[in-house]
């Protein structure tokens, strides 16, 4: 029965068409780096156990470096750098749409 109840569920009708409003699927989710809200600390990388966020720590005597970006593939979505992001720039998005997913 609570199979029935739960496949009549907007949930179930998001999961369907690949999009999970939980943010839990990992499978359906994505973490982004957003550069505009991005201050280039590091600590992301510092954090990322699985050497899935590139990029170069902003120096103050250098004019070109390599923005963070996280590498899908390696990444575990495990959330930690979201939680050391001081500015909030890591953001959870949906695979299917490349929207972010509401909280």
């Not at 739960?6 to 999009?19: C, I, P, Y």
């Not at 359906?28 to 600390?41: A, D, S």
């Not at 590091?42 to 990322?48: N, T």
């Not at 050497?51 to 575990?76: C, D, H, M, V």
Request: proline residues 6%; glycine residues 6%; contains cysteine.
């Amino acid at each position: 029965k609570f199979i029935l109840e739960w496949m009549d569920t907007d949930v179930f009708k998001e999961h369907v068409d690949g999009r999970c409003p939980d943010r839990e699927c990992l499978a359906l989710i994505e973490y982004r780096i957003i550069p505009g809200k991005c201050i280039m600390c590091g600590e992301c990388q510092v954090v990322c156990k699985f050497n899935a966020i590139i990029g170069e720590k902003k120096k103050p005597y250098l004019s070109g470096y390599l923005p963070f970006e996280i590498i899908q593939k390696r990444s575990t979505k495990c959330g930690e750098c979201v939680k050391v992001c001081p500015t909030e720039a890591i953001e959870i998005v949906d695979v299917k749409s490349k929207e972010p997913v509401g909280v």
